[in-house]
């Protein structure tokens, strides 16, 4: 399997992607080499198997983790070389597992979304609540604005802490398993938001997420991982194939087309499989 290059397939331009990045902790690299171009105002999703590099590769991204060589490119400059402010007026992140300080409730962790927006003399505008509010309301987690984030399950919390994320009104949002946490009617309505995120507001958005299928059918852009490389990207119907999960995940599996929405549809075949047979199978080779 080769890797693609860092040409966008959709034809648009690429404020965020990366040259030649290396990225790793200590004396372990994680990954290596990445040339990738986001394309702009599309839905992009990582996938991979576990500790391949896909967290560290969006933590590279969003400037959280410096590179042992090549870049993080934001506008086509060196991330790391730009303005702190600027570059969070600019790109959001939502990482795993989030620490709130102790004793905040919702509404205030929420509006600390709005802080790279104001300088050091600078007031808080009725605009500044109605986008917090408009942020809860998208979240479903008006009510619980006066609670405090500690008291939270951990399903409530993630939608807070995306909820904070919108506030912050970026025009890139990068997100690192946002569906932790929540039951399956709860990751599609957090998709279903990011995705009306992107078509409504033209956000460019780069998601982690471990399920292949959810990542099929709401991804415009696919990058898989395998060993901190990137080994293929395009659309859907292009990476979720039986190759691609054969090679990525060492997985063996039939793609067939999703009944709902034609997107691919990964099904493993298991070792207590009834068939192997598939009647409209995708991507696959003798």
Known sequence: ?????????????????????????????????????????????????????????????????????????????????????????TLGLLPQNPIAPEGVTVVDLVSRGRHPHHGPFSRWTAEDDRIVAEALALTDTTALAARFVDELSGGQRQRVWIAMALAQGTELLLLDEPTTYLDLAHQVEMLDLLRDLNTQRGTTIVMVLHELNLAARYADHVIAMKDGRVVQQGTAREVVTVDVVRDVFGLQSQVVPCPVTGTPMVVPIGRTSCSTTSPHPIGATA
């Open 1 to 89: 399997m080769t890797a693609t290059t860092s040409r966008t397939t959709s034809g648009r331009g690429s404020r965020l992607g990366t040259r030649q990045l290396t990225l790793g902790y200590d004396d372990r690299v994680v990954v290596s080499d990445v040339d990738l171009a986001v394309p702009d105002g599309e839905v992009t999703v990582i996938v991979g198997a576990n500790a391949c590099g896909k967290s560290t590769l969006l933590r590279g991204m969003a400037r959280l983790l410096r590179p042992r060589s090549g870049a993080a490119l934001l506008d086509g400059q060196d991330i790391h070389r730009l303005p702190t402010r600027h570059v969070a007026q």
